[in-house]
């Protein structure tokens, strides 16, 4: 049978393969006689069937992201090397995706690769401006701080999303208990008792006939309905993630929502600027800041528009300043700021506090949606109970009226 081992070697550093034994003993030996100390021993169609798995349920998140930075940019200032930083959190972490990822970190780097490749190869989970200031931080040989950066802008990141889904919390668990109990009533309440109506001969007023109506509709068809909503919103959500143009449309109706609109224009212009800052003060070239930068704007306007800055001002002789103000996407403040901080040469610190202020700025913005939102959607599900309550009890109270 194979079995693969995790195992330390006499230097200290990590190691895994695999090996074909008759059992655990002859792989212990095995490893002793080659002076390695076991980690961890299991069977092949164990791991096999583990990876199976938790390719559904194992991925990186932003807290681990968060953990690797800051961990590298600590053991970097301490003086301790690249492998030694790998091999002990190699140890520490028990999440496989993580672990497998920092196996090939090793791999590439005993390899003489450069260290941002096993990122590259990563895409799903590292963003374009991830790879670039560790290729940025690796050729400079800055990665401590390059590291220290990143973990204060993943952290920063995490926070704001955060605080956006603790704002969003009451309001969406308010819609969704309204969404059940009105299903709930409409779709099982309503037939039985629009039911015993009919039963009685009793006709009800043309109000309650419509409501009762609608039950008897939503209970026949519920499962069609059901499977229809979700076919819609997957079909929705699909072209959202693959197709540009659909994404740009929906992003523009979106925009044009009062106080949605503004906050998610508030979100891209944060992630903008921000990235903007960390890019260009990592020392790369100001095209390819831009660039890079378009492809994490999450706003289809914002990307096109930087794309443009790029290709068709910069490129083209453009001062910076003068590439921002022919893009009507940005805000007046941002292409002024632009124009005179590049003739100061602090074009990096101005979009950093640019990026400070629209944080504060979606802050503020969510405080007013909740509050906005909350006495909204208590008045819609109050309606909408009230015209179910009212549906049952005129016709009741006229039938009781008759005897």
Do not use: C
């Amino acid at each position: 049978m194979k079995f693969h081992y995790i195992a330390s070697q006499q230097n200290g550093r990590m190691t895994e393969g695999e090996i074909e034994a008759q059992g655990v003993a002859e792989v212990l030996e095995f490893l002793s006689s080659r002076g390695m100390k076991p980690i961890s021993l299991r069977k092949e169609e164990l791991i096999e069937n583990k990876k199976k798995f938790q390719l559904f349920k194992s991925s990186i998140s932003i807290v681990d992201k968060i953990f690797l930075t800051k961990y590298l940019s600590l053991m970097l200032k301490i003086g301790t090397d690249l492998f030694s930083a790998i091999d002990i959190l190699i140890a520490d972490f028990n999440k496989p995706a993580m672990k497998s990822l920092l196996f090939e970190i090793r791999e590439n780097l005993e390899k003489g690769q450069p260290f941002f490749l096993a990122f590259a190869r990563h895409p799903k989970y590292f963003s374009s401006v991830f790879i670039s200031l560790v290729k940025a931080g690796e050729s400079s040989g800055n990665l401590e701080k390059t590291f220290e950066k990143l973990s204060v802008d993943l952290q920063k990141e995490q926070d704001l999303r955060h605080e956006i889904r603790s704002a969003l919390v009451y309001p969406i668990l308010l819609v969704t208990v309204a969404t059940f109990v009105i299903f709930f009533l409409v779709t099982f309440a309503l037939p039985k008792i629009s039911k015993v109506f009919m039963d009685s001969g009793f006709q009800p007023p043309l109000f309650s006939k419509i409501v009762f109506s609608i039950g008897l509709f939503l209970n026949k068809y519920f499962i069609f309905i059901i499977i229809f909503i979700l076919a819609v919103t997957g079909g929705l959500w699909f072209l959202f993630a693959n197709n540009a143009a659909f994404r740009k449309i929906f992003q523009k109706f979106i925009r044009k929502l009062p106080l949605i609109g503004h906050l998610l224009k508030q979100i891209a212009f944060q992630r903008f600027t921000g990235t903007f800052s960390s890019l260009l003060n990592s020392g790369l070239p100001i095209t390819e800041v831009l660039e890079n930068t378009a492809q994490v704007a999450g706003d289809e306007e914002i990307k096109t528009a930087l794309i443009r800055v790029t290709r068709e001002g910069i490129t083209k002789g453009l001062t910076i300043g003068e590439a921002f103000k022919k893009e009507a996407v940005f805000p007046r403040i941002i292409s002024s700021l632009v124009a005179i901080s590049e003739k100061s040469g602090n074009l990096g610190s101005i979009f950093h506090t640019l990026s400070e202020f629209y944080e504060s700025e979606i802050k503020a913005s969510l405080k007013t949606l909740v509050s906005f939102l909350e006495p909204i959607l208590l008045m819609f599900i109050g309606l909408a109970i009230g015209i179910i309550a009212l549906a049952i009890i005129i016709p009741v109270y006229q039938l009781v009226g008759q005897f």
